[in-house]
């Protein structure tokens, strides 16, 4: 079947650093996207893995391991305004998303 | 970045009418766009796929005779709830597929049937 696994919530603190990992099972694959979403609004892009390895863009990095399926998203210097819901979203061979449930990130002074 | 716009952001129908949300991409074209649901504290729920000049393609549990969608150009998809009940709302959100693969996310619409 298909599968998306995120933690359900984490904490951390302003300024500091926090790893949100997301593991995935697809029918065929073809690249892992991660989104933030506030509360009440819809969700943002923030990006998208096809190969291995570690993107980096400003304070948010994006890693992808094919083989063990396995994906993070890594914010760096966290803001109170980074409080929200990280999704992990895996395309599969259809073009198709599917989505974990979402990481709820709190960010504490 | 690419928009993609949503309008309107926020409905309120009586029981039994119809309402139409419209799905924009702005400075690209999309061929593909989806439409989602998503209820409160859950995650988004894919309804359907739309893809330009053709049938969507409904998601199982999802009527299609209930939630019409046309995607009449490369930038326009419209998603109409017909006979709407106070089941029906929820947030729906669209996206649209770039040519890269992206799908970027319109704003949303809130809808509340009383």
């Known amino acids: 079947g298909q599968n998306i696994d995120q933690p359900t919530e984490m904490t951390a603190t302003e300024g500091a650093i926090v790893q949100i990992n997301c593991t995935y099972q697809?029918?065929?694959?073809?690249?892992l996207f991660w989104y933030q979403q506030h509360a009440g609004e819809a969700p943002t892009f923030l990006s998208y893995?096809?190969l291995d390895g570690l993107e980096e863009k400003g304070r948010f990095s994006s890693f992808l391991s094919r083989s063990k399926g396995y994906s993070y998203l890594l914010l760096k210097e966290l803001q109170m305004k980074d409080s929200a819901s990280y999704l992990c979203a895996g395309e599969d061979s259809n073009y198709q998303l599917i989505w974990g449930a979402g990481t709820k990130l709190i960010i504490k002074p | 970045g690419a928009v993609v716009s949503q309008h309107p952001s926020r409905v309120i129908c009586k029981s039994g009418t119809s309402v139409k949300i419209e799905c924009r991409s702005l400075d690209f074209q999309a061929t593909t766009m989806f439409w989602y649901r998503q209820f409160p504290k859950q995650s988004l729920m894919l309804m359907a796929t739309s893809n330009e000049g053709s049938k969507a393609t409904y998601e199982q549990g999802v009527e299609k005779d209930k939630f019409l969608i046309n995607h009449a150009s490369l930038t326009l998809s419209t998603l109409t709830v017909t006979s709407a009940h106070p089941e029906d709302s929820s947030f729906y959100i669209c996206?649209?597929?770039?040519?890269?693969?992206?799908?970027?996310f319109g704003p949303g619409t809130r809808l509340t049937v009383l």
């Open positions: 996206s649209a597929r770039d040519g890269s693969g992206r799908q970027f």
């Open positions: 697809t029918s065929g694959f073809n690249g």
């Open positions: 893995n096809v």
